[in-house]
């Protein structure tokens, strides 16, 4: 049985951390916060399978200038924090290459292709299939132009065979009356299906976690210690040591920080992404929608609707620009009219994003007895299940049943 130190509780640690005890192991959770408080207490509450493609692709590409000059645009970045992005962005432009598009749209869906079946048995395990709806996800066009600029979405789910259905005005409003009549086609999703309560699904698995006799450890990593070239204990601010055969840096945005630490610096950003909690909306939705066009999504979860989305390059450090949630609920209000924003709260989280979209989950190239989990963009809840398969595997010295090489931690 070996010791296990996973960094960071959000969905990616928590679900690993599980998988882990689970195998025989003893296994440690540490985190500044309680499980679930970071990015997975706000987060849309989808699993997405068909959104793993590249943001780097011509598409958007395309669509940045403009979002960029709208003050009201999907993407903002605050010009103080420009220069320390100049990095990053230079890698995100060489992820645009066709070739490497290619291969980071296969590496997205090797991963999807596995996410129903992983996270199936996860929720079977902890007696939580409850949480997943059974329904998918809408995603709306106003006019054909809409559906021509999306259109390279389609092709790419149509090239790997991810199932969608083109729907007429009159199929949408049979399935979502609440919907305006603005709204002129729609692809249904049925494979996009949503969590009724992201935050809870985190403690109810942490809380199957300590059952087991896994350790919730509170406490801000930092640094690490090593033996003979092993790191061998995790340090934490107050002076705890903690021992560990193996660590885990899975800290979500915050992973940067503590790659640093070890001397080993990767180009993982935060995606500031924006919420609204409607208690009372005053309308009844089955399924969750984007509308591609205006940048939004909403998703039925949490006992409420929840309107989120938007990026918004600012560091870990700055404060939340809440007009950003506002501008989402107004856009929500052209898809869903009779919607009233009563009884709602605001909140801010940070996405970690690497430059060409893929997750790292790997060892360390630099330090023996260190492995990443971390990265997973939008996608951290889509993903979670399957990373906890494989990195449980791989930790515990069993050949994963995906090729771990497209997300290793060296590839820039």
Same mark, same amino acid.
């Given at each position: 049985?070996?010791?296990?130190?996973?960094?960071?509780?959000?969905?990616?640690?928590?679900?690993?951390?599980?998988?882990?005890?689970?195998?025989?192991?003893?296994?440690?959770?540490?985190?500044?916060?309680?499980?679930?408080?970071?990015?997975?207490?706000?987060?849309?509450?989808?699993?997405?399978?068909?959104?793993?493609?590249?943001?780097?692709?011509?598409?958007?590409?395309?669509?940045?200038?403009?979002?960029?000059?709208?003050?009201?645009?999907?993407?903002?970045?605050?010009?103080?924090?420009?220069?320390?992005?100049?990095?990053?962005?230079?890698?995100?432009?060489?992820?645009?290459?066709?070739?490497?598009?290619?291969?980071?749209?296969?590496?997205?869906?090797?991963?999807?292709?596995?996410?129903?079946?992983?996270?199936?048995?996860?929720?079977?395990?902890?007696?939580?299939?409850?949480?997943?709806?059974?329904?998918?996800?809408?995603?709306?066009?106003?006019?054909?132009?809409?559906?021509?600029?999306?259109?390279?979405?389609?092709?790419?789910?149509?090239?790997?065979?991810?199932?969608?259905?083109?729907?007429?005005?009159?199929?949408?409003?049979?399935?979502?009356?609440?919907?305006?009549?603005?709204?002129?086609?729609?692809?249904?999703?049925?494979?996009?299906?949503?969590?009724?309560?992201?935050?809870?699904?985190?403690?109810?698995?942490?809380?199957?976690?300590?059952?087991? @006799? =896994? %350790? $919730?450890?509170?406490?801000?990593? #930092?640094?690490?210690?090593?033996?003979?070239? !092993?790191?061998?204990? +995790?340090?934490?601010?107050?002076?705890?040591?903690?021992?560990?055969?193996?660590?885990?840096?899975?800290?979500?945005?915050?992973?940067?920080?503590?790659?640093?630490?070890?001397?080993?610096?990767?180009?993982?950003?935060?995606?500031?992404?924006?919420?609204?909690?409607?208690?009372?909306?005053?309308?009844?939705?089955?399924?969750?929608?984007?509308?591609?066009?205006?940048?939004?999504?909403?998703?039925?979860?949490?006992?409420?609707?929840?309107? @989120? =989305? %938007? $990026?918004?390059?600012?560091?870990? #450090?700055?404060?939340?620009?809440?007009?950003? !949630?506002?501008?989402? +609920?107004?856009?929500?209000?052209?898809?869903?009219?009779?919607?009233?924003?009563?009884?709602?709260?605001?909140?801010?989280?940070?996405?970690?994003?690497?430059?060409?979209?893929?997750?790292?989950?790997?060892?360390?190239?630099?330090?023996?007895?260190?492995?990443?989990?971390?990265?997973?963009?939008?996608?951290?809840?889509?993903?979670?299940?399957?990373?906890?398969?494989?990195?449980?595997?791989?930790?515990?010295?069993?050949?994963?049943?995906?090729?771990?090489?497209?997300?290793?931690?060296?590839?820039?």
């Amino acid at each position: 049985m070996a010791t296990i130190a996973v960094v960071g509780a959000g969905i990616i640690g928590t679900t690993l951390a599980y998988d882990l005890q689970r195998r025989g192991n003893d296994v440690l959770l540490i985190d500044r916060e309680a499980p679930g408080m970071g990015a997975s207490f706000g987060n849309m509450a989808s699993i997405a399978v068909t959104e793993f493609m590249p943001a780097s692709r011509p598409a958007i590409w395309k669509q940045m200038p403009g979002w960029l000059m709208d003050p009201e645009g999907p993407v903002r970045i605050r010009p103080s924090y420009l220069p320390r992005l100049v990095p990053w962005f230079l890698r995100f432009l060489a992820a645009s290459r066709p070739a490497k598009l290619r291969e980071l749209e296969e590496a997205g869906a090797v991963l999807c292709r596995r996410v129903h079946e992983d996270l199936d048995a996860l929720l079977k395990q902890t007696g939580l299939s409850h949480m997943m709806s059974e329904e998918g996800c809408l995603s709306l066009y106003a006019d054909d132009a809409e559906f021509r600029a999306d259109r390279d979405h389609i092709e790419i789910l149509e090239r790997f065979g991810f199932r969608h259905r083109i729907l007429d005005a009159a199929a949408i409003r049979d399935l979502e009356p609440a919907l305006t009549t603005r709204i002129a086609k729609a692809v249904l999703f049925p494979d996009n299906r949503s969590i009724s309560d992201p935050y809870r699904l985190v403690t109810a698995i942490a809380e199957q976690f300590q059952a087991m @006799g =896994g %350790t $919730v450890v509170k406490g801000n990593v #930092a640094g690490f210690e090593e033996t003979d070239g !092993a790191i061998d204990t +995790v340090c934490l601010d107050d002076g705890r040591r903690i021992a560990a055969d193996k660590t885990v840096i899975a800290a979500g945005a915050f992973s940067t920080e503590l790659a640093r630490l070890v001397g080993e610096p990767i180009p993982l950003e935060t995606e500031r992404g924006y919420h609204t909690q409607v208690m009372a909306p005053g309308i009844s939705m089955r399924h969750s929608i984007i509308w591609p066009a205006k940048a939004f999504m909403v998703t039925p979860t949490a006992g409420g609707i929840r309107i @989120g =989305g %938007t $990026v918004e390059m600012a560091g870990l #450090a700055a404060p939340p620009d809440f007009r950003r !949630a506002r501008v989402l +609920v107004k856009r929500a209000q052209e898809a869903l009219p009779d919607l009233r924003v009563e009884d709602a709260t605001e909140w801010m989280g940070h996405r970690p994003a690497f430059p060409d979209t893929v997750p790292v989950m790997g060892p360390s190239a630099k330090r023996s007895g260190l492995f990443y989990a971390t990265g997973h963009g939008h996608l951290g809840l889509t993903y979670a299940a399957t990373c906890a398969r494989l990195m449980g595997d791989l930790l515990s010295g069993i050949t994963p049943p995906v090729d771990l090489k497209p997300f290793r931690v060296d590839r820039f």
